[in-house]
């Protein structure tokens, strides 16, 4: 089988369906709250991170590091990012500690995509 091939059955999860589900059955007081985001056409990581603080709550300190280990970004939000930094006058520590990354992920990137 081909790149081209798998790339094509390469299956992301809904998460509009899922958080949908999530609001309608345990949390209908935050419907009206996570609407917005709920409404777009496709939800981006950040997105998707946004909807779960928004539905849980902010989680204790050690589950946040435990989590942040398995992000992965597509190349689409990493330049979102990285927009954001040029956009706000931001160095690299600021936005990392902005989106919750680590330093060397945004230099990474950095050297990726802009240099």
């Keep these: 089988m081909d790149k081209q091939a798998?790339?094509?059955?390469?299956?992301?999860?809904?998460?509009?369906s899922?958080?949908?589900?999530i609001l309608k059955n345990e949390f209908p007081e935050k419907?009206?709250?996570?609407?917005?985001?709920?409404?777009?056409?496709?939800?981006?990581?950040?997105d998707v991170q946004k909807l779960n603080q928004k539905v849980f709550g902010v989680?204790?300190?050690?589950?946040?590091?435990?989590?942040?280990?398995?992000?992965?970004y597509k190349k689409s939000d990493?330049?979102?990012?990285?927009?954001?930094q040029r956009k706000h006058n931001?160095?690299?520590?600021?936005?990392?500690?902005h989106?919750?990354?680590s330093n060397n992920s945004v230099s990474k990137w950095k050297r990726m995509f802009l240099i």
């Design 18 to 21: 899922i958080y949908s589900d």
């Design 99 to 101: 989106f919750k990354l």
């Design 78 to 84: 990493i330049l979102h990012m990285l927009d954001y």
């Design 31 to 46: 419907i009206e709250e996570c609407q917005s985001l709920l409404n777009k056409k496709h939800l981006s990581v950040l």
């Design 59 to 72: 989680s204790d300190q050690n589950s946040k590091a435990e989590n942040g280990k398995y992000h992965s």
């Design 6 to 16: 798998r790339k094509q059955r390469k299956v992301t999860p809904d998460y509009k």
């Design 90 to 97: 931001l160095n690299n520590s600021q936005l990392a500690r």
